[in-house]
Structures are given as C-alpha cells and as structure tokens.
C-alpha cells in the first residue's frame, strides 16, 4: 500500500557532503515521525536522525552537528543532509515512516536502502 524510495547515495571523499531523499507514495492520509537509519557491513541497523511531523528532531551522538535531517510534509518525504562525512558513515542507509493509510490503518515502512560510501 506504501512504499518507500531512497535516493541520493554515493562515493563521496572524506570531508565530502550528501544529501539523501526518501519520498513515501501510494495509500497515505498521514506521516507521523521519519527517520533515518543506517547499517553497515557485520553490523547492527543504528539510528541516524528522526523527525516529527511538527519538525523536532533527534539525532545521534556520532552524526551530530554533521548530519541534518528535514521533512517536507507536502511532498511526504525526508531528507538527511549529511557534512563532513566520515569513513565510519560508509554504510546503506534506509529511511523509515510512520504512515497512517487512507483506510486509517497505521504502519511502519521502510526503504530498500541507498549506500553511501565516504573514501579517498
């Protein structure tokens, strides 16, 4: 009913910048909370960021004050703009959303992924 598509990744040179969108599509009335998760090879799914629908955010220690996240409730997407990356950022990141369907049914829905990969 809701799908979800991430773009935006890429190879990218230390101290490089990415901004990755993800626009949601198909049966949506409403999106609550977004965000932005990442994993990398051998490691566990970690958040990245979050957003409310009235714009608050969240953000974890590792990206903070590197990586911005934004929502544009019109167009139902978020995006992460990503500063300063880092080789420990290399890693597909997957964006996340709280839908709540035309018939009122409410769900998470993730994105099949977008890998960054920060590289000289």
């Known amino acids: 009913q809701v799908q979800l598509v991430e773009s935006g990744g890429g190879l990218v040179q230390p101290g490089g910048s990415l901004r990755l969108s993800c626009a949601a599509s198909?049966?949506?009335?409403?999106?609550?909370?977004m965000g932005w998760y990442r994993q990398a090879p051998g490691n566990q799914r970690e958040l990245v960021a979050t957003?409310?629908?009235?714009?608050?955010?969240n953000a974890a220690d590792s990206v903070k004050g590197r990586f911005t996240i934004s929502r544009d409730n019109a167009k139902n997407t978020v995006y992460l703009q990503m500063n300063s990356l880092k080789p420990e950022d290399t890693a597909v990141y997957y964006c996340?959303?709280?839908?709540?369907?035309?018939?009122?049914?409410?769900?998470?829905?993730w994105g099949q992924g977008t890998q960054v990969t920060v590289s000289s």
């Open positions: 957003i409310t629908r009235g714009a608050s955010t």
């Open positions: 996340n959303a709280d839908v709540i369907d035309r018939s009122n049914f409410r769900n998470y829905y």
């Open positions: 198909g049966s949506i009335k409403n999106i609550y909370n």
